[in-house]
């Protein structure tokens, strides 16, 4: 879980070290320092010293516990921790009289050849967890015991206990008397009193089950539909009859509801009960009562119960052996000494304790002290040391070098906050994505980081190591194709908060003043009388049905309603009825005009009452003094003309059918003027982007428009606390404007941005030459100049070269396809198809718009296993997806119309590609080369697209020299002129540029 943790979270832990090694607890408190070094925040409640001591300022809650606790004793900084001495070791004893040796022990992974363990004596078991601590008490000495064999020694008297349970468990209905088996007694008593005889009542009757003794109301779960405590039953589950019931003149109610502390004093001598509540008072819990429910209990409260329980028939005429685990878990230091001292009282009795125990104080404590290790599992299960506690601060095992540490007093040293690394990256790119790789895991990590199921997700690609772990990374999707321009820049949120906050707004309608902002402004404008008023609404539930409208009131808070003149209480299932009026709240609006009060009343009437809200008086309940309706006009009441807004002149729909230049002017006199205008903002404004109405839809802008429009978003909108994942953003731009959108990514001081960036725009120079685009239209449109058409991002690459066609003529021409009779159909993806029929065809998975995950089915070949079959000179038709244009260009190296593509595609450097990569996972320049690559010689005139986008510079030239070869097989051909450096020799992909070449 730490492991998922990112930077700035607030991480909150409930006793983190529970069942820890002290050496352990050590160790993870370094890590949650690392948390905090990485800029997160780290809040734990855990009693443990080694956190208390470890964190940097601490907060103490007391005095005691349940009623006695809740209140805040003592606050501060690591340096103001008071001294807390730890507990003394007991003083060397002599040997004990009695003992039980045990041989051979190797149950699972123990490996001790022989060992002894005092009786009459405190023994405590440590070691690390894992190190075969339990399997050594519960299936070695617990068994031999059991059994009577495989020990050398007399048991005493009173045999043996084993208590494993680390705390209790507890149900709906279960309360501390039940849990400590105290309930059994106390309902026989009473069942035997007078009272109870006259009535005929059985101990039976006493249980809080349906038909039994549970409350009618609540079932006995002591509990009201609203999770508080039952008013019927006084949350004890019991019907009232029951709870009158008297003995030793109080009811028992009273037995219930009564400290245990007072309550010893009053119970019977013989029997378990006293001894059981005598223990719970001994180890802390005097303050809690019987009729204390057990979902209110802490585990360490659970634990001690248990523990009471178990030790309630501990008598000194019969001395008895106690195997325990952990009977101080999740216990305070104060708390853990009280266990210890019960302990010790009860050894000086004879009795005699092996305890399985990480607490410092219960080790420091024991008699005699036995540690396993030196590891977990396989490393584990050897027998360390033995002997007293106080011998081993001088051991070099893992217990002594932490006993050590603790007897040297030395406070752990809180790590210094480093400073945050910068989430940004720049990553270089090519024809190996090696860039995109990084993303995709960094994206991969971050579904892991939130899927509550990640064991259900398919295997996603490893995380990079490139991104260092650290905040939220967001890979965003694309907008809808109806998305309006205004709302992808941003432009449009900030427009409506201007109008709204500043604008004069006028009612389509009537030319009144339309509805008032909020609420609590109409009531202001209101004439109101001082007096408290009752606001209600009437309950509006979909399509008019009420059966269930009582519950659903009374689940939201609301249990009031004005029935007639009076109030009326809804109670349990009863449902509304005609003419029924919801009371949302009552007070006085001249006490109450500066509190949140009002938006609260505003709120509960637009889910409850539909928007409409009326005050009434008291004593007029039935008269509406003011009524509201949420988006009407104030003077006409319309709710369906709307509002016109207007700031000097200009509306919003003036601005919203505007540029985006027109409305960023607007911003900077209606806001204030910025302090300079970036420089990515004044390139932008000679692009055909800029030309563009804000409602104007996403669908219909062009690829490198969309982009355009995305990051000039994300630059006007910064969104802190999250890394932006981008890939190739830059790719295809003219070179002024890629390197100002480069240069404002990197140095965005609120957001933050990785990216991949092969062509170098954020590394490169201002003085370094390239065209001067700056001072012309920028034309954003690359279709146009991309003849044939280029690949669609969806599009496999195989599909992109035109090789589809020619692939499935070959093996469709196999013996086996004969036989088979399969045909094209067969071979598609299309219905009848061969193809995988989870992914269809695709190899993956879509786990997100940006990620492919593998097809667990069919194993990312797209296809069904029977495809295997058909081969062509040891070549499956399943292997094709997977295979390289070299390895394919190698072997279909006889079959020229496939060798010519991808030998032409191979002297590109697209050598080491998969033959069904999909075009969105290639370099951006791929989905124009592949097309053309793929069109034969002298078919038409050509025109060339970015070609060259997303590739470094070194693959750049190797197209440039490609595509300056082909020219003689290309008499017409015109291209892109925007190159990806300004030092390719662009005009060498063409003499004969077209005479409106963008640029």
């Known amino acids: 879980m730490l492991g998922m943790v990112r930077q700035g979270q607030i991480v909150v832990l409930d006793e983190p070290g529970m069942g820890l090694h002290g050496l352990e607890r050590e160790a993870l408190a370094k890590l949650l320092h690392g948390i905090k070094a990485r800029g997160g925040t780290v809040l734990t409640a855990d009693p443990s010293r080694e956190f208390i001591e470890a964190a940097d300022s601490w907060v103490e809650l007391g005095p005691g516990g349940g009623p006695e606790g809740g209140h805040c004793i003592g606050q501060g900084r690591a340096e103001d921790l008071p001294d807390s001495r730890p507990t ?106 007078m009272e109870a005889r006259i009535r005929g009542l059985a101990p039976g009757d006493f249980v809080a089950q349906p038909r039994k003794g549970a409350c009618k109301v609540c079932d006995g779960k002591a509990l009201d539909e609203d999770g508080l405590p039952c008013p019927f039953c006084a949350g004890l589950g019991l019907r009232d009859d029951l709870l009158d019931l008297r003995l030793r003149e109080r009811s028992l109610r009273e037995w219930l509801q009564t400290p245990l502390s007072e309550l ?103 008699d005699w002290l036995v540690e396993l290790g030196p590891g977990a599992g396989p490393e ?288 900077d006199v209606a806001q204030g003027p910025t302090p300079s205008s970036p420089s990515w903002l004044a390139d932008m404004e000679n692009t055909s982007l800029w030309k563009r109405s804000l409602g104007a839809s996403w669908g219909s802008l062009s690829s490198l428009e969309r982009r355009a429009a995305r990051m000039s978003g994300w630059l006007l909108n910064p969104l802190e606390g999250v890394t932006l994942l981008h890939d190739q953003p830059l790719a295809g731009f003219p070179a002024p404007l890629a390197r100002s959108l480069a240069a404002a990514l990197r140095d965005d001081p609120l957001g933050r941005h990785s990216w991949t960036d092969p062509e170098g725009f954020a590394d490169a120079n201002e003085g370094d030459s390239c065209p001067s685009a700056s001072v012309r239209e920028l034309s954003l449109d690359p279709a146009i100049w991309a003849r044939p058409k280029p690949a669609l991002a969806r599009d ?71 495809c295997r079959l058909l081969q062509v000179r040891g070549l499956a038709w399943t292997d094709l997806p997977g295979s390289t244009l070299e390895e394919l260009a190698h072997h279909f190296s006889e079959t020229p119309a496939i060798a010519d593509v991808l030998t032409r595609a191979l002297d590109c450097g697209m050598g080491g590609l998969l033959l069904d990569m999909e075009m969105r996972r290639l370099p951006r320049g791929a989905s124009y080369l592949a097309p053309l690559l793929a069109n034969e010689p002298g078919k038409g005139p050509i025109r060339v697209g970015p070609i060259l986008a997303g590739l470094s510079r070194l693959e750049a030239e190797r197209v440039s020299s490609t595509m300056l070869g082909c020219l003689s097989a290309f008499p017409e051909l015109e291209w892109w002129d925007t190159p990806s450096w300004s030092s390719t020799p662009s005009t060498s992909l063409g003499r004969r540029p077209a005479p409106d070449s963008p640029g």
């Open 264 to 366: 010893l004093g009053r119970l019977p001598h013989g029997g378990l009960l006293r001894p059981r509540l005598e223990k719970l008072c001994r180890l802390g819990m005097g303050s809690r009562c019987l009729g204390e429910r057990g979902r209110n209990l802490s585990l360490g409260e659970r634990g001690r119960i248990a523990l009471a329980r178990r030790l309630a028939g501990a008598k000194a005429i019969r001395p008895r052996l106690f195997l325990l685990d952990e009977p101080c878990l999740g216990l305070p230091k104060v708390e853990a000494g009280k266990v210890l001292d019960l302990f010790r009282e009860l050894v000086e009795e004879g009795h005699s304790f092996w305890v399985i125990e990480h607490h410092e104080t219960l080790l420091r404590g024991a």
């Open 796 to 866: 496999l690459l195989r599909e992109a070269l035109g090789l589809g066609d020619a692939f499935r003529d070959q093996y469709l021409r196999t013996e086996e396809a004969g036989l088979r009779a399969w045909g094209p159909v067969h071979l598609g993806r299309g219905p009848g198809g061969k193809a995988c029929s989870r992914c269809r065809g695709r190899g993956g998975i879509q786990a997100h718009p940006r990620l492919m995950a593998p097809c667990a089915e069919c194993g990312g070949t797209g296809w069904k296993q029977e």
């Open 88 to 193: 003394p070791f007991v003083e060397n004893l002599p040997p004990a009289r009695q003992i039980l040796s045990f041989k051979s022990l190797g149950a699972r992974f123990l490996d001790i050849p022989y060992l002894e363990l005092p009786l009459e004596r405190l023994v405590a078991i440590a070691g690390v967890s894992g190190s075969g601590k339990t399997t050594l008490v519960e299936r070695e000495l617990a068994e031999r015991l059991r059994k009577g064999e495989g020990f050398s020694g007399e048991l005493p008297l009173g045999g043996f206990s084993v208590l494993l349970e680390r705390a209790l468990g507890h149900g709906p209905r279960s309360t501390l008397a039940t849990l400590s088996g105290a309930w059994t007694e106390i309902r026989e008593a009473f069942a035997d009193g």
């Open 380 to 667: 584990g299960g050897c027998l360390l040391a033995e002997g007293p506690p106080s011998s081993f601060p001088v051991r070099e095992t893992p217990t002594g070098k932490w006993l050590k540490s603790r007897s040297s007093g030395k406070r752990a040293t809180t790590p210094p906050r480093s400073s945050i690394p910068s989430s940004s990256l720049i990553l270089a790119d090519g024809w190996g994505r090696e860039g995109r790789s990084a993303l995709e895991g960094a994206l991969s990590r971050e579904l892991e980081c939130r899927s509550p199921l990640v064991e259900d997700l398919p295997s996603l690609p490893g995380a990079a190591e490139e991104i260092p772990q650290g905040a939220p990374v967001a890979w965003p999707a694309n907008p809808g194709p109806e998305t309006p321009l205004g709302d992808i820049l941003g432009l449009s949120p900030r427009l409506e908060r201007v109008f709204r906050e500043e604008g004069s707004g006028t009612c389509r309608a009537c030319g009144g003043g339309g509805p008032w902002p909020d609420l609590a402004v109409g009531l202001a404008c209101a004439d109101l009388p001082a007096e408290t008023l009752w606001f209600t609404c009437v309950p509006d539930f979909p399509g008019g049905k009420t059966e269930h409208s009582g519950s659903i009131l009374s689940a939201a808070g609301f249990r009031e309603i004005l029935r007639g003149k009076n109030l009326h209480r809804l109670g349990a299932g009863e449902r509304l009825q005609d003419g029924d009026l919801l009371v949302l709240d009552q007070f006085s609006p001249a006490a109450e005009a500066e509190t949140g009060r009002w938006r609260d009343l505003a709120r509960a009437s637009q889910l409850l009452g539909g928007g409409a809200l009326a005050a009434r008086l008291p004593d007029r309940p039935r008269e509406t003094i003011q009524e509201w309706r949420d988006g009407a006009c104030r003077d006409c009441g319309d709710r369906s003309a709307g509002v016109l807004l207007e700031i000097r002149g200009v509306s919003l729909e003036m601005l919203m059918a505007g540029t985006p230049g027109e409305a960023l002017k607007f911003l």
